[in-house]
């Protein structure tokens, strides 16, 4: 498996795609982990970029963390989330 460079930006679009694709709004949640798993193992940038982009997320308010470590998209900005999605990973 070839690892990809990608920019921040684009791991944020990969994130948020990912949730989108699993339906992870309102009552379904991921956990971080496992998130930060799946796309570390796709690129070539450590786990701490993959967190760092998670915090930009959540302070922006696109994706919302839970206490139990897990996170969901915000449901009310679904069209910002498909413009930012859009914009930046296609």
């Known amino acids: 498996m ?27 949640h ?8 799946w796309i570390q193992n ?5 786990g701490r970029t993959v967190t760092k982009c998670i915090d930009d997320l959540a302070r922006t308010g696109l994706l919302i963390k839970t206490a139990r470590d897990t996170m969901y998209a915000d449901r009310q900005r679904l069209d910002e989330i498909f413009d930012y999605i859009d914009k930046h990973l296609k």
């Open 2 to 28: 070839v690892k990809r460079d990608l920019t921040d930006e684009q791991i944020k679009a990969d994130i948020l795609n990912r949730l989108v694709n699993a339906g992870a709004f309102g009552s379904y």
């Open 30 to 37: 991921l956990p971080i982990d496992q998130m930060r798993r």
């Open 42 to 46: 796709k690129i070539k940038k450590n």
